[in-house]
């Protein structure tokens, strides 16, 4: 079913199978820009069936920055970089949000799985690297390393989190050479990065879920 049965820091939708238990998987996934908490629900049929799926909506209208009648993670600014705050604050929120989980699906969860496409997988990817350990793993759809992410390229304090990180090569909103950039810095840094390539633009294929699936089982 897909509701939402309990107030929360984000407006959100819920896909929870009847198999739900203490413990059990929940994946939380967020849009892209100017998209809304509906988008990857369609995401769920392709995940496995035990998975609880949670699509929270970002907590900016998009109109306001001119990215259409949706709602955003953060404003843009261009290539890697975008307004720091609003960065900052839909991160903050994400903490809160990830802390109401229990009271959301109604059980302890066991893996917390963040992923999104776009700004979501951008955003995914900030949160993971910059709360290590919060999530089991991170699953960056499309999306991008932001310029000022912390990281230690000597590989001397490798990031916690394990990371998938699928992209399109012709990607014409966010170009495969920003997504090398950012590979490049997660591995000078040591991370557990699984990164493939799809002959897709912008939008998710349907062997990228079931690749990133098989990443996440591996990895944890």
């Not at 109109?63 to 953060?74: H, K, Q, R, T, V």
């Not at 950039?181 to 699984?194: E, H």
Request: net charge negative.
């Amino acid at each position: 079913m897909s509701a939402a049965p309990t107030e929360a820091t984000f407006d959100y939708l819920l896909h929870l199978p009847a198999s739900a238990s203490e413990g059990a998987t929940v994946a939380v996934l967020l849009h892209g820009r100017g998209s809304n908490k509906s988008d990857l629900q369609g995401l769920q049929p392709l995940l496995p069936q035990a998975w609880t799926v949670v699509t929270p909506e970002a907590p900016f209208p998009a109109s306001a920055w001119g990215y259409g009648l949706g709602s955003a993670w953060y404003r843009y600014v261009e290539e890697d970089r975008v307004v720091e705050e609003t960065l900052a604050e839909s991160l903050a929120k994400l903490d809160q949000f990830l802390g109401e989980l229990p009271g959301i699906v109604g059980f302890q969860p066991g893996r917390v799985v963040l992923g999104g496409f776009s700004q979501g997988g951008t955003v995914s990817l900030a949160y993971a690297l910059s709360r290590p350990g919060a999530v089991a793993a991170a699953l960056n759809l499309s999306g991008f390393l932001v310029a000022t992410a912390e990281l230690d390229e000597t590989g001397a304090a490798p990031p916690a989190t394990p990371i998938f990180w699928g992209h399109g090569v012709g990607d014409p909103a966010i170009p495969i050479s920003l997504a090398e950039r950012g590979r490049k810095r997660l591995r000078r840094a040591g991370a557990r990065l699984v990164a493939r390539d799809y002959r897709i633009g912008h939008w998710i294929a349907s062997d990228e879920i079931e690749e990133a699936v098989a990443a996440v089982e591996q990895a944890v």
